[in-house]
């Protein structure tokens, strides 16, 4: 399984000198397994995906979302492949939303916000949406996900092949002292997991409510679940590149395997 981390910081796409190593575009990772090509969140960094699948030759992707935040769609309106009319761009959501991804996606294209609507793009678009509990089947990929606290919704999303499994699990508030034992289940002995790690757990006391979560508690998740590798992701903006090394270096102390997850970074599992 071939992972490629083309946005993931939280919240807003950033860009300063100071964010040079670990970029700042807002979540997507795309996965691929043989010559199938899905996609986990269409943050910015969904559009750096885009150019790759025009240059690929690619003519159908799937996009798995994990709730509907700006941050998690606002690469779409630029995503390349919808105004490919050869493309087909089937777009995946699950469980009980208050607005389905066409509402949510039609309403941020919308005048004054955005000059062109969903009838614009010239893609074969599709909106599928699942139950929580559905799998899903891409070629040799297949999807599950699990609802998770956040505002407004979220679920962790699984990728599996044969016997490879990544977990994303962004965004979610954990409850301190109460491990989220759903999520423990969902990410048992993945090859990969990648977490909301948007705070640390100093910020976290004075944070709550606001639906993130901390990396030490992404790392205390991944120990109890025998996660083999452990991903800090969805960096809140203002983290510069010193901050994350930083962050880095604590984290391997209590965990080896773990690192800080950065923008166009290309991992096989
Ligand atoms: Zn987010
Ligand atoms: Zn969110």
Redesign the pocket.
Known sequence: MQLVFWGTR??LPMNTPNHRIFGGNTSCVSIGADDTLIAFDGGSGLVNLGTEIIADGRREIDICF??F?A??ICGLPFFKPLFNADMTVRLHSFGTQAASLRDALNGYLQDPIFPMGLEDFEADLQFIHHDAEDTLSFGNITVTALPIP???G?HALKASTGDKNFIYA??TEHTPSEPNQNLIAFMHKADLAVYDCTYDDDEFATRGGW??STWQEGLRLAAAAKVKKFGIFHHEPDRTDDMLIEIEKQAKTMQPSSFVTRDFMRVEI
Do not use: L, R
């Open positions: 939280g919240s994990s709730h935040h941050d998690h956040h505002p407004g979220a962004t965004d639906g993130h």
